[in-house]
């Protein structure tokens, strides 16, 4: 969730940040055929010089129509194709029937509402795409329905709020403060007035905590290893929500 309190450990308290590999997709092979109902071995799908999926039939002719895909007897998917691509709802169910995921697509391009969903059929991540590209805004809930997770970009800038009984808790995102880049989490009280400000410097890889007052002026430094109390103190406040 938040980077500086995966890697602030608690004993040495040593501050890296690790980034993700991305998996590039290659060649898929699932199911399909012509049928509207048809089962999870009846057809596979290939990737285009276009980076679209191409749904083909075990004979490699271009699938048309709507179709619904059982596995095991059990509901599985159900989608849309235009000439082999993508167009119009792409669904997948849960064994228990339930809508495990919803998306739309246009000309093979993720493109309108998404959701994913709990096995209640409660709604857990609600987001929107544009021809293929990710909207600016982002909801979690949590399995009650309750919003927990909002991503937003504004400015080219992505925020991450976290709300707890309907009320913001905590923020992150990154700011660049007197020339250096920071990542910034914002805890807030009870009544949503802010709590504190701590940050890191993304360019080092030194145990330094920041902490700035609500103008973002820099209060004091902790160093991680030198000071181990109270910058546990700092992070222990931002787990307790």
């Known amino acids: 969730m938040f980077k500086i309190i995966k890697n602030l450990s608690l004993c040495v308290l040593v501050i890296g940040f690790v980034s ?23 057809y596979k799908y290939a990737i285009d010089s276009k980076d679209r999926r191409a749904y083909l039939t075990k004979d490699n002719e271009l699938m048309d129509g ?10 599985y998917e159900e989608f849309d194709l235009d000439e082999g691509y ?7 169910y849960q064994e228990n029937g339930s809508i495990e995921s919803y998306q739309t697509f246009s000309n093979s391009y993720q493109h309108g509402k998404s959701y994913e969903a709990y096995e209640n059929g409660n709604i857990k991540i609600e987001s929107n795409y544009v021809n293929g590209k990710k909207g600016p805004q982002e909801k979690e809930y949590d399995i009650n329905g309750n919003l927990s997770v909002l991503r937003t970009t504004e400015n080219e800038i992505k925020y991450e709020h976290h709300y707890q009984n309907d009320k913001r ?21 009870s009544f949503g007035s802010v ?4 940050g890191k410097d993304l360019d080092s890889q030194d145990p330094i905590l920041y902490v700035f007052d609500e103008d973002y ?3 004091e430094k902790l160093n991680a290893t030198l000071e181990p109390e109270r910058t546990k103190a700092y992070l222990m406040s931002l787990s307790q929500f």
């Open 20 to 42: 993700c590999n991305q998996i590039v997709e290659t060649v898929y092979y699932s199911q399909l055929q012509r049928n509207d109902t048809i089962t999870f071995d009846d």
């Open 66 to 75: 709507h179709y619904v895909v059982k596995r095991n007897n059990t509901l």
């Open 86 to 92: 993508l167009d119009g709802l792409f669904i997948r």
């Open 169 to 189: 808790i905590v923020s992150s995102f990154e700011k660049t403060i007197d020339g250096q880049n920071f990542e910034i989490i914002l805890k807030y009280t």
């Open 195 to 198: 709590d504190f400000i701590i």
């Open 217 to 219: 002026n820099l209060v």
